[in-house]
T-cell receptor, first 111, second 113 residues
Framework: GIQVEQSPPDLILQEGANSTLRCNFS?????LQWFHQNPWGQLINLFY???GTKQNGRLSATTVATERYSLLYISSSQTTDSGVYFC?????????????FGTGTRLKVLA | DAGVIQSPRHEVTEMGQEVTLRCKPI?????LFWYRQTMMRGLELLIY????????DSGMPEDRFSAKMPNASFSTLKIQPSEPRDSAVYFC???????????FGDGTRLSIL
């Protein structure tokens, strides 16, 4: 089945720094979604980005479907950005949808 | 608008007991998903429904797990009998269609003693 890999697994930043998180997927996908799981365990939608580039404030994401990867950029990081970032790939198999989550990037932003 | 609502937020029970987790999807969303999150296996899709009909339950771990969606605004995930290895956070999510973003509830943290 499709593999979804995220890197780096862990990241520690000083407040104000920028970072890039990567999501690689081993096969063609219908869609790609980025989530932030905050320290309280809530999963927050960040981007729904099957291809192209989107921006939302200090965050932006780019998916290059033909090369099977997606990037999440965090600029001017803040302590509230801490948590785990997941990408999730959606594929269609035998007429049903499959949703495969990566193992996440754990981010800690230090004040 | 209210998001996906799950209850209870926390559940602690003894091995062998029946556990029922509940989910109310966002109104107008035709798809509902149940996920389980553990340290060892990460986030796994257990089952999903389209218009109240189960479409793919291949992620349900074993017969002790069952899920129902009696109407468009309510779903349950039941574990009977529960075992300590079922301890996890269970999430419910919904989406307008199968190709639209999923919106997650806050999860139910389940501990089986």
């Amino acid at each position: 089945g499709i593999q979804v890999e995220q890197s780096p697994p862990d990241l520690i930043l000083q407040e104000g720094a920028n970072s890039t998180l990567r999501c690689n997927f081993s096969d063609s996908v219908n869609n790609l979604q980025w989530f932030h799981q905050n320290p309280w365990g809530q999963l927050i939608n960040l981007f729904y980005i099957p291809s192209g580039t989107k921006q939302n404030g200090r965050l932006s994401a780019t998916t290059v479907a033909t090369e099977r990867y997606s990037l999440l950029y965090i600029s001017s990081s803040q302590t509230t950005d801490s948590g785990v970032y997941f990408c999730a790939a959606q594929i269609t198999t035998s007429g049903t949808y499959k949703y495969i989550f990566g193992t996440g990037t754990r981010l800690k932003v230090l004040a | 608008d209210a998001g996906v609502i799950q209850s209870p937020r926390h559940e602690v029970t003894e091995m062998g007991q029946e556990v029922t987790l509940r989910c109310k999807p966002i109104s107008g969303h035709d798809y509902l998903f149940w996920y389980r999150q553990t340290m060892m296996r990460g986030l796994e899709l257990l089952i999903y429904f389209n218009n109240n009909v189960p479409i793919d339950d291949s992620g349900m771990p074993e017969d002790r797990f069952s899920a129902k969606m009696p109407n468009a605004s309510f779903s349950t995930l039941k574990i009977q009998p529960s075992e300590p290895r079922d301890s996890a956070v269970y999430f419910c999510a919904s989406s307008i269609t199968g190709l639209q973003p999923q919106h997650f509830g806050d999860g139910t943290r389940l501990s089986i003693l």
